[in-house]
């Protein structure tokens, strides 16, 4: 009676140990495992480099572009125009730059940058901050600007709005 209890306990426990492996092998695909990590930490704001504390105004990308990827100090200074032209170091940053229109006063861009799990993807999560005067007559072209790590290569970025801003 004992050995056959322990037969069956046995037995139960390698029924519950395949099915646990099933579930495990089973359990999601590529892209609902794949989770992005963020880099916002390693990222600088340009308004806190000197002479550029209004940089949504006053540091603009002369294309027409959403953005633009700024690799290295050629790009920069035939690309780049306004009032707001820090000194970057393109050996550890570059600068991901573009335009965004609104009626609303942006005071300033808060940013979260992602690293996506495939590879040489990020995506870039823009919220812009309002300063509560009312609405513009004109649209008026805003300007963002972050810095990040000099990333071996940027093969896909995704440059989303969220509308959190006050």
Not at 16 to 28: E, P
Not at 34 to 54: E, F, R
Not at 75 to 95: A, K, M, R, S, W
């Amino acid at each position: 009676m004992l050995r056959s209890n322990i037969r069956l306990r046995i037995d139960g426990l390698k029924k519950l140990s395949l099915i646990i492996l099933i579930i495990g092998l089973s359990g999601c695909s590529k892209d609902e495992c794949c989770v992005s990590k963020d880099i916002t930490s390693s990222t600088v704001g340009v308004s806190t480099l000197n002479n550029c504390n209004d940089a949504v105004l006053n540091m603009q990308i002369s294309s027409s572009e959403q953005y633009s990827i700024i690799g290295n100090q050629v790009e920069y200074d035939n690309n780049v125009i306004g009032t707001c032209h820090p000194h970057i170091d393109f050996t550890q940053q570059q600068l991901i730059i573009g335009h965004f229109y609104s009626k609303k006063n942006v005071l300033k861009f808060n940013y979260k940058f992602y690293k996506s799990c495939e590879p040489n993807f990020y995506k870039f999560v823009i919220t812009p901050e309002y300063v509560d005067t009312g609405l513009n007559e004109e649209t008026i072209a805003y300007y963002y600007q972050i810095l990040v790590p000099q990333i071996e290569k940027i093969d896909f970025l995704k440059v989303i709005f969220s509308e959190g801003g006050s």
